[in-house]
Nanobody, 114 residues
Framework: VQLQASGGGLVQPGGSLRLSCVAS????????MSWYRQAAGKQRELIAS???????TYADAVKGRFTISRDNAKSTVYLRMNNLKPEDTAVYYC?????????WGQGTLVTVSS
């Protein structure tokens, strides 16, 4: 299983970004896909998940601003991030739960700064 994340970058406060993560080597449509983030000096935290049936879960810190979605035909999970804040600055990782085993992408850096 391989995950390739992209879409990070530098954005001003209040701006938007969309992260993408393409999966290969798994039966994508049956897996729960998640996005985590890790800020400097902090633990990695779960921010959004989408199950195979489309159930959504969000961390309180991103509710109403971030949207997770998936395209099973493209084996891709997305994270749309709106109204970004400096505290959203972190490395963002996609995660695939494949038969109880966690797989991770390489991470993509999001920096929110003026």
């Amino acid at each position: 299983v391989q995950l390739q994340a992209s879409g990070g970058g530098l954005v001003q406060p209040g701006g938007s970004l969309r992260l993408s993560c393409v999966a290969s080597g798994s039966i994508f449509s049956i897996n729960t896909m998640s996005w985590y983030r890790q800020a400097a000096g902090k633990q990695r935290e779960l921010i959004a998940s989408i199950s195979s049936g489309g159930s959504l879960t969000y961390a309180d810190a991103v509710k109403g601003r971030f949207t997770i979605s998936r395209d099973n035909a493209k084996s891709t999970v997305y994270l749309r991030m709106n109204n970004l804040k400096p505290e959203d600055t972190a490395v963002y990782y996609c995660n695939e739960d494949y038969f109880g085993v966690d797989y991770w992408g390489q991470g993509t850096l999001v920096t929110v700064s003026s």
